[in-house]
């Protein structure tokens, strides 16, 4: 499907669905292998994000970048498929409000339709309110796994997060390691 979303990602391009779109350096759509059965879904792109068009690719990215590694995965594979909720920079990175989501999940729907991904990995307390349950605590539910339509769910901690507070780190590694046995079981790690 590399060309379905290629094709989506013009479509995104001209979005105008919020004021975000008007404010954008770059579209930020996403990044990794478009038959990755691994999904990481961010709130938003940052602005180093919004300055090179690429999700995480600021010290949080180098973050999230050093965590796949312990697991044996890189964005350059072609395992996962790195993006975010919204596609544009919300201003001084703030978080993505309502309606600007609203506006930008049909993206991502379209993107999870494409990939038709086994596990979305959700970075984050926004993304996993907003894709697994408005309740979500991510400091009481990390690595916690929930299948819902055949895929299945497991929210984190946000790399920035992390960065902020450094005692939710091996906390993270094992959301991390969690989801490498999860791979094990759905025979995801050679291939699958």
Known sequence: MPDAMALLHAQCSSCQNCPL????TNLVFG?????AKILFVG???????????????????????????LI????????????NIVKCRPPHNRDPQLEE???????????VRILRPRIIVCLGRIAAQRLMDPDF?????????????????MGTFHPAALLRN????????????????????LNLLDGG
């Open 31 to 35: 990044v990794g292998s478009p038959t």
């Open 137 to 153: 605590r991510v400091t009481r539910e990390h690595g916690q796994f929930r299948e819902k339509g055949g895929i299945w769910f």
């Open 166 to 185: 450094a005692a939710q780190k091996k906390d993270a590694l094992a959301d991390f390691q969690a989801l490498r046995d999860k791979m094990a079981q």
């Open 72 to 83: 044996d995965l890189d964005r350059s594979g072609s395992k996962i498929y790195i993006a």
């Open 21 to 24: 779109g008007k404010t954008r």
């Open 43 to 69: 709130e938003g792109p940052g602005e180093q994000e919004d300055l090179q068009g690429e999700p995480f690719v600021g010290k949080s990215g180098q973050l999230l970048d050093k965590y796949l590694s």
């Open 101 to 111: 989501s609203e506006a930008c999940m049909p993206w991502l729907r379209k993107q």
